[in-house]
């Protein structure tokens, strides 16, 4: 049963679907699934697939109903691959990237998918001075074939860093990184507004100040990136959070986070942005 928190509640049965695997070995780490907004029911899985080298596995999945059905699972690195974050192209239909961490770089490979098959491309940097342990990655809903990457720099005092990349073909290139918070930051994760051009919020935990949940609007301009100030949305450790954009609503995100002043409810708090003013 679903409740949705309003004004209104409302509640609603979800019929209940068969569990699919989508890789039958028994080891996996660093799941993440995104859906294909181009195609109905197809989606990604991405994990690092601990029975074969920690390798960097994606399988792409079917919906029809409620059933599941998978494709043959696909190395996209062939080495162990930290943190794996998979975003689909909403413009450019079969069109992913996915962005992970190894062997002192961030790491970026461009994939096309045809069914339940994907082929890649190589490996572009992100960040090739050092392996960034905090990372997330998004394509820009509203122009083809950009992308954007944020990441903590070990380098730098752990400051968040955001960097904006073209793609042509499977290679990408990528503009100058700049500094979205100067303090050691943790727990990346990034949203593009799907109905406001070249924004984009990025939410983040704080490593001093108990961990407080931070949130900053970024502007795209090519693949350059500027950004608005830092607000406060948890007044405790934000662990566990995750940000995401309104599909309908321009200028309103939602930050869903675990709220260690609150005996570690799931909590979620509405946030409407002006310019780059939250």
């Known amino acids: 049963t679903i409740t949705a928190v309003a004004e209104t509640v409302l509640s609603q049965t979800i019929p209940a679907g068969s569990g699919a695997e989508f890789d039958s070995g028994s080891n996996h780490d660093y799941i993440m699934m995104a859906y ?10 991405v994990y690092l697939d601990a029975d074969n080298g920690s390798y960097g596995t994606i399988a792409i999945g079917q919906v029809s109903g409620t059933s599941i059905t998978f494709g043959t699972a696909i ?26 961490s190894r062997s002192s770089k961030g790491r970026i490979v461009i994939g096309n998918v045809s069914g339940s ?13 050092g392996a960034p342990d905090h990372h997330d990655m998004a ?6 074939n950009r992308l954007v990457c944020v990441y903590r720099d070990p380098n730098n005092s752990g400051y968040g860093m955001a960097i904006a990349g073209s793609v042509s073909g499977t290679s990408v290139s990528f503009g100058t990184a700049v500094v979205y918070r100067s303090t050691n930051v943790q727990n990346i994760t990034l949203s593009f507004d799907p109905n406001t051009e070249n924004q984009f919020v990025v939410s983040y935990g704080m490593q001093a100040n108990s ?12 693949t350059s990136v500027s950004f608005g ?9 934000a662990t566990f959070h995750c940000i995401c954009y309104d599909q309908k609503i321009a200028g309103k ?10 005996s570690d409810y799931g909590t979620e ?4 942005v002006s310019g780059t003013t939250i």
């Open 139 to 144: 394509f820009d809903p509203l122009t083809a």
């Open 117 to 129: 098959n994907v082929t890649f491309g190589g490996e572009s940097y992100f960040f090739n001075t």
């Open 229 to 237: 100030s830092a607000v406060t949305y948890s007044a405790g450790a």
């Open 253 to 262: 995100f939602y930050a869903a986070f675990q709220d260690s002043t609150n």
């Open 211 to 222: 961990g407080y949940g931070q949130a900053i609007i970024g502007t795209l301009s090519a």
């Open 36 to 45: 294909d907004p181009t195609t109905a029911g197809r989606f990604a899985v």
């Open 269 to 272: 708090v509405c946030c409407t």
């Open 75 to 100: 190395v996209f690195i062939s080495a162990w691959a930290y943190l794996p974050r998979v975003s689909w192209s909403s413009l450019i239909s079969g069109q992913l990237a996915i962005a992970t």
